[in-house]
């Protein structure tokens, strides 16, 4: 039997925001002090550059059977699951760290196994925040969900990371395995959803998903903006630790501090993103978002001064955050509540299945050029797309 959506007031969606929280505030603990930790232990553009490819691969090869899977099972017991087996993982990577045997091959394992839980959660919390929001309540859902993940993943995480990576690197990953583990007790407290009914086999629900998503019109165009910012953002996130240290010469433990930044811009993001889509069409404000992305990106690569570095992760802030939520929204809104799972993982698999190859890029494009150089071509690639793909975005 469904479960009937109380709205965002309700108190099933009160209690899937605590466990976002809670699980947030840790991944942004683990995804500061991950790339940190590589890029301190081995200053090598590559061993960045590999860990950075492992931990978005999953989204390549995993996320699509993930989906359909989770359009079978319960989405409350696939949540729950994924938490346990990344604390666990978690807490094993912080007792390598701790005993000195966090190989490159150990962390980019661990970055694997890690973002491959990620795609089953991932989609099964959409179908949770459907359900329990109701269509009326889909921005306000999704404006919620980018704040809490703004100050969990962007501003407390950082913020904890830089204080722990300073004591003892091997904290970071404990505390992230500790907030799984909250956070699966708090998810099993969430009202539970049946799951859709199916008559067709597990390759028929892939490609069905599959299909939806590219014969429309409005997530077509969606899929391919999302694939190109994140094969750019993937570039970028794997040399920021290495830009930081080698180029605006911060400590290690100030590193965090940009995130910080950028979390600041989010939330103003998810805050203003509803307004002003209200005003001026969701299409065209999502443009807007793309070309400040853009610039954003490009600013951070051709003034490397602490100063400029802030306002672009000012920026770049404020612009993801604005997109995600319009965006979300707009591919809730056009998927049938049967087939949010497996859409919204061929959504992923699709629009971030360019990501490793960005983030294996970005380690050579580094070496043979310079740190700075891939921020300015990501920053340009991000800006053509937004010129190329403004009228489909705002007629979707």
Known sequence: MRHTAEGVRGRGFRRLTAAWAVSLVGDGVRVVALPLFTAASTRSPLAVSAVAVALTLPWLLVALPAGALVDRWRPRTVVVAAHWVRAGVTGSLALAVHSGHATVVVLCATAFVLTSAETFADSASQVLLVELAGAGELEAANGRFVAVETIGMDLAGPLAAAVLFWWEPAACFALDAASFVIAAVLVSRVPDVAPARSRSDLRGQLLEGARFLVSTPGLRSLVVAVAITAFCAAAINAVLALYSIQVLGLAEPVVPGLVVCMAAGALLGAWLSPRLASRWGAGRVMVGFLALLGAAFAMFGLVPLVGAAVVACLL?????????????????????????????????????????????????LAAATSLGAVYVVAGSIVGLASILLARPLARG
């Open 316 to 364: 770049c802030g404020l612009a993801s955050a604005g997109w995600n939520v319009l965006s979300a929204t707009r591919r809730q809104r056009l998927t049938p509540r049967p087939m949010i799972g497996r859409v919204t993982s061929a959504y992923r698999v699709l629009a971030w299945g360019l990501a490793p190859l960005g983030a294996g890029l970005a380690g050579p």
